[in-house]
Structure formats: structure tokens, C-alpha cells
């Protein structure tokens, strides 16, 4: 049981016996992780808050205008009823032709319809509700998103799995994945592919993405029932010569029977719209019945679990992308705003003169970066940014930070990171 778990438990027994006694397994085992939202938390009233996954300017969030505008525009009925289960059939269709015209490798015949879900969150707790079991191996990338561990391991009673992604030096590689799956004799492999990487911002190449692929067909080939979940959050933000499709759309040329895709995506970071809380889940699936109960049971756990989506956000969703001129101009502005960001923060981070305060991670990509801090413990160094800079940053683990560069103004970029340097050789 994790730790901040315990120690819930043991204040519920002080205060409240009886109602300790009522919990359930779950309710035993849930926690608020001491991570990324706790950590922005305490940054929230710094100068440079580079700890939050949201893109912003000095005074206020990136959106795009013809999003914020649909708010004075819908009808009472795209805001009040109730939204199916499933969510609303023309926003599906409309996402299904997004996906079609940014994979172009795609083929609708691949997919299921994609299915609108609370953000990706929600559907990772899907994707679990239908294919996870106690004790099964979640595999992971040991730079990986904080909440798949609570979703996996907490919610569904998963064994956590990590492998390395970078080497000593920092530098991408698929190998260790390559290798555990080359061994692999499991029956059943659940992995999560998460690019570009939070919290790192790598998207592999080409090849790379050829060698994980044909990693999985291998597997696939030995008899072993391969879920790969295709975790889209920041697709789109690639700012270098990287596969430019979804993981997806590769695996689902792989037309193997062992091997299910399933794509996360949403309108959350594709669209800067965190709040709407409108995603996505797609199952890489070719046969139409098989297509048909898929949907049916995932539609029986969302009206099991929160019923529907909210209506006015799903409308919103809708609209724009049925009116996608200006809109696409607005994302392409804000596109540039972030590639300018992390064009400076590349630059920057791998001057020789911060050699011995970190050692960067490759990164290409999405809203952040990595570094391996050198003689200080991250969360020292956390604590004493914000107390003595007020500069917000994300202890990662005893080792490593994360920095978001896209909530930092492209002109403040050089002073937060020398400032990070200076505050390393204070500690050091």
C-alpha cells in the first residue's frame, strides 16, 4: 500500500474509527499523490510557473478566439439536454475525419468510431475497466505520466513495469523496450506508449517508431495478446523531423489479431482547451461487430460511472470543427508560440556553461523538457526556486526535473534557466 494511502488511513482511524472501518479495498488504497498537482500548487503564486500542463501567456491562457466565441453562439439545446453516453454522433464523425486528415495513413476501415470520454483521464480509467485485472503488468517507460500508477496499480491493482527510454548520456533509445519485449513469454502485454512523452517532450523518429513496431508484431507473432494504448495527449506539438502520425496509425498496418490499439486523444491540448474536458478513445479495431460490443460495454461503464459527458463542451467541440478555417489559423499561431519557446529553451539548456549544473534529456517536442540535475536533490532545489526565485518547476523523482517551457514567455526563458543554474551552484 503507498505510504500517503497509510497515513490517510491511520488520520481516519484517529478522527473517524467508524468511517475507516467503511471503507472499501479501493477506498483503502486511494490517495491524493503528492506529484505534479501538488507540486503546481505550491508554485501557483510564483513569477515563472513552469510546473503547469497548459500553454499560456504572461497575462492569460493560450485559446483559440473562434473556441472562446461559441460560448454566445449555441442554441439552448447544444447546452441543456443531455449529452448519449457515447457523446454526441456528430462530434464523433467530425473527430473520426480529424483523424483521418492528420494520419493520412489511416484507414477508416481500421478504427472503431471514436467515442467521447471526460479527457484522457477518463479514458485510461476505461481502457483499464475493460482489460486490466488484479496482478496483471502494466508496461511503462520509467519517464512516465504520474497518474497511470494511480489509475493502473490503485484503481485496477496492476503490477507497474518501467523500462529506460533515454541512456546515460540523455539520449533517446528503444532498446530496453525492444528487449523486454524480444523476452517476453507473458500471455497478455499491456503497454502504454505515451508521445510526445510527458514529461520529457520526445517523439521518436521514424525508424524509432519502426523498431518499437515491429518489437510488438514480434511478440504478437509468438501468440501473446498485445493492448498497446496510444496515449495522444500532446499530439500534434511536433517541432522537429519526427514520425508525424500517431503511433496508432503505424500499429494498425501491423493487421494482427494479437494486437489491439487503442488511441487517447481529445481537444484538450490539440485545441488548447483543457477545461472543456472532451476526449476521445478509438480502438483499432477492423471487424464491425466486434467494433458494435466494444462499443456497447464501453458505453455500459461510462453510464455506470459519470452517465454522460457535459453537453455545452462537447457543442463547443463541434462547432469549431465544423467551422475549421479560422480556427486552424488560431492553432497555427499558438503553434508557432510554443516551437519559437522551444526553439530558445534548446538553444539554451545545452550551452556548455550549464555543463555541470544538468545534463538534458533529448527532447523535440510537446509542452516540456527534462533535465538530470547534477549534486542536488530535486526537491531541494524545487523548494528553493520557489522560495528564493519564484520560479515553479516539477521534481520528477531523486534525480530529475521538468520544466514546462510552455507557460514561460519566450523572452524569460534565458533568465528562468540561469536562474536554475545559479540556484544548482547555491546547493551544489
Known sequence: MN???LDLNEQLTKSQPQIADMLSDLGKLMYYPKGILSQSAEAK?????????????????????????????????EVFPYAPPQGIEDLRDLWTDKMLRDNPELSKDDFSRPIVTNALTHGLSLVGDLFVDTNDTILLPSHNWGNYKLVFGTRHSAQIDTYPIFDNEGHYTTQALVETLDQSNQEK?????????????????????????????????????????V??????????DVYPYSLFSALT???????????????TK?????????????????????????????????????????????????HVLENRDQLDQE???????????????KELVYDEKFSDYWQPYDFNSGYFMALKVKGVKP???????????????IALNDTDIRIAFSCIEKDDIPHVFESIAKAISELQ
Open 270 to 318: 490539440e485545441l488548447f482547451a483543457w477545461g472543456l474536458r472532451v476526449g476521445f478513445i478509438t480502438f483499432g479495431i477492423k471487424d464491425p461487430q466486434a467494433q458494435e460490443v466494444i462499443e456497447a460495454k464501453v458505453k455500459g461503464l461510462i453510464r455506470s460511472n459519470i452517465s454522460s459527458g457535459p453537453m455545452p463542451s462537447q457543442s463547443i467541440v463541434k
Open 3 to 5: 505510504p500517503l494511502a
Open 45 to 77: 503564486s510564483t513569477e515563472y510557473n513552469a510546473t503547469i500542463g497548459m500553454a499560456t501567456y504572461r497575462d492569460r491562457k493560450m485559446y483559440a478566439d473562434s473556441l472562446y466565441n461559441v460560448f454566445s453562439e449555441l442554441e439552448p439545446d
Open 331 to 345: 492553432l497555427e499561431h499558438n503553434f508557432e508560440t510554443l516551437k519559437a519557446r522551444y526553439e530558445v529553451t
Open 231 to 240: 496515449d495522444d495527449a500532446y499530439f500534434g506539438l511536433f517541432y522537429e
Open 253 to 267: 498496418q501491423l493487421d494482427s489479431e494479437n494486437v489491439l490499439p487503442i488511441r487517447l486523444d481529445g481537444a
Open 379 to 393: 526537491e531541494a532545489l524545487r523548494t528553493h526556486l520557489i522560495d528564493n526565485y519564484s520560479i515553479g518547476i
Open 189 to 229: 502485454i499491456f503497454l502504454v506508449l505515451n508521445y510526445p512523452n510527458n514529461p520529457t517532450g520526445y517523439t521518436p523518429s521514424k525508424d524509432e517508431v519502426n523498431e518499437i513496431v515491429q518489437a510488438i508484431k514480434r511478440v504478437a507473432d509468438r501468440g501473446t495478446h498485445v493492448i498497446a494504448v
